[in-house]
């Protein structure tokens, strides 16, 4: 695809279960990020990736939280026993490597925990 | 501590006029990257403009340009010649470090109204 795709667009849950976010960056971008965005607020930065390894996961809320990326492509952020304080809008975004200035975001996952 | 900070939670502005969306940042790290990007209300965030630590001369893209003043620490999106398409969220973020991290620190937005 031309650009990074998330899926699904929008997540419904209940508090307590467990959540899948998807993330397909742009073909060849060697670097992806997660952000989470709550309403009304900036970017918060929960992890990166260089290829498949995590340098930086330094922005991770909790333990509850974690993520993975196979094959240098598709990465997903997993949040265990959701809570409400969990609603918010998760972005995914690439680049070509982490040299490169210019993150490419996706539409995001709207998550909200009831 | 290294925080960005966007003063102005909304700004309105006339179609054609100029408008600046003021940021300032706070970092000790001599290397560092300042980006703008805006989100439309439809959610995705879309790359505007970039300025290293180390360029001599402010950024500029098409009607965006960034006015960089470093002993003030400040990095203020101008628009020029405003359009209606240009209502959107603002955000100004800070990438930091040598090497592999460029993690970004976000400011909380400016919300700018392009009035016809």
């Known amino acids: 695809g031309a650009g990074v795709s998330q899926s699904p667009s929008n997540k419904v849950t209940e508090k307590g279960k467990d959540v899948e976010l998807r993330c397909d960056p742009i073909?060849?971008?060697?670097?992806l990020y997660w952000y989470r965005q709550r309403l009304g607020q900036g970017l918060e930065f929960l992890i990166y990736?260089?290829?498949?390894?995590?340098?930086?996961k330094s922005g991770l809320p909790s333990d509850r939280f974690s993520a993975e990326r196979t094959g240098e492509s598709v990465s997903t952020l997993t949040i265990q026993r959701t809570q409400q304080e969990d609603s918010a809008v998760y972005l995914c975004?690439?680049?070509?490597?982490?040299?490169?200035?210019?993150?490419?975001f996706g539409p995001g996952t709207r998550l909200t925990v009831l | 501590a290294q925080k960005i900070t966007q003063t102005q939670p909304g700004m309105f502005v006339q179609e054609k006029e100029a408008v600046t969306l003021d940021c300032t940042y706070d970092?000790?790290?001599?290397?560092?990257?300042l980006f703008w990007y805006k989100q439309p209300s439809s959610g995705e965030m879309i790359f505007l403009i970039y300025q290293g630590s180390y360029d001599q001369q402010n950024a500029t893209e098409g009607r965006y340009s960034l006015n960089f003043q470093k002993a003030r620490k400040s990095a203020n999106l101008v628009i020029s010649a405003s359009q209606l398409g240009d209502s959107a969220m603002y955000f100004c973020a800070m990438s930091l470090g040598a090497g592999n991290n460029r993690k970004l620190i976000w400011g909380l937005g400016t919300s700018l109204a392009v009035n016809p």
């Open positions: 990736f260089q290829g498949n390894s995590a340098p930086d």
């Open positions: 970092t000790s790290d001599p290397s560092y990257g």
């Open positions: 073909s060849g971008h060697t670097a």
């Open positions: 975004a690439s680049s070509l490597s982490a040299e490169y200035n210019e993150q490419f």
